[in-house]
């Protein structure tokens, strides 16, 4: 279950800073800039709420 909300979470992160950039950034680099934000954040959100009973093994930067 948390899994998919991840993927919600993530897809209206997306959508809202997509919108929120384009005019000032434009289309191709505020598209970049939210795709990079919403798996930022459904990475943080899997890490601490999905899976947070495990353990990777893995250094954050090396597992993001």
């Given amino acids: 279950m948390f899994f ?9 992160i997306d959508s809202f800073v997509l ?9 191709y680099v505020a598209r970049l800039v939210s795709f990079m934000t919403a798996v930022f954040s459904t990475w ?10 495990q353990d990777s093994g893995y250094s954050k930067a090396k597992e993001f």
């Avoid at 998919?4 to 209206?12: N, W, Y």
């Avoid at 919108?19 to 289309?27: Q, R, V, W």
Wanted: hydrophobic share 45%; charged share 15%.
């Fill in 19 to 27: 919108y929120l950039l384009k005019d000032s950034l434009g289309l």
């Fill in 4 to 12: 998919g909300l991840s993927g919600i979470v993530g897809f209206v």
């Fill in 44 to 53: 943080l959100f899997n890490r601490t709420i999905t899976f947070s009973e």
